[in-house]
């Protein structure tokens, strides 16, 4: 069975319910070609004021290990997989603002959301892992900018 959708939509559905002010949130990276628009999909309105702040979630791999469903105790003719996910973000940087250490806890409340994040079925989340965390450039505005590793694991029968 397919799980892509359903892991993607659950995380991206995590963030909106557990992190506070996590600005826009998309279930799938945005492709629009123009950039007006692009960067609209990024902008909330948080406590009264308007900023370029949000996340997208992708996944990066599918990797299939049958020597740890062995090691696990799975049963014959089951096999885990790992789908590798990332949630990117973005906080436009007013430095006046600190905003450097709202979008570090903003990164710590999507972690310890996804850690947090109920099992179900035969699938387990985490240990996520902040592999980027830095200022870049998102069009024409500076942002703070993220990305969270989300490993879900699935045992899987043939």
């Known amino acids: 069975m397919a799980d ?16 506070p002010n996590s600005g826009n949130v998309h279930h799938y990276e945005r492709n629009l070609f123009d950039w007006n628009k692009y960067l609209a999909e990024f902008v909330s309105t948080i406590q009264g004021k308007r900023q370029t702040r949000g996340w997208w979630v992708t996944r990066e791999r599918r990797i299939h290990d049958n020597d740890s469903a062995r090691d696990s105790g ?11 996910f990332v949630v990117r973000g973005i906080l436009g940087v007013q430095d006046a603002a600190d905003t450097d250490a709202v979008f570090g806890d903003l990164c710590d409340d999507v972690i310890e959301a ?11 989340i985490g240990p996520c892992v902040l592999r980027v965390q830095e200022p870049r450039q998102f069009g024409s505005v500076l942002c703070h900018y993220a990305e969270i590793l989300v490993p879900v694991q699935k045992v899987y029968a043939r």
């Not at 892509?4 to 992190?19: C, L, S, T, W």
Request: without cysteine; proline residues 0%; charged residues 15%.
């Open 4 to 19: 892509y959708k359903a892991f993607r939509d659950a995380i991206a559905g995590v963030i909106q319910a557990e992190a």
């Open 74 to 84: 799975a049963a014959f003719g089951q096999y885990n997989a790992e789908h590798q």
């Open 114 to 124: 996804m850690e947090s994040m109920a099992i179900t079925g035969a699938w387990n």
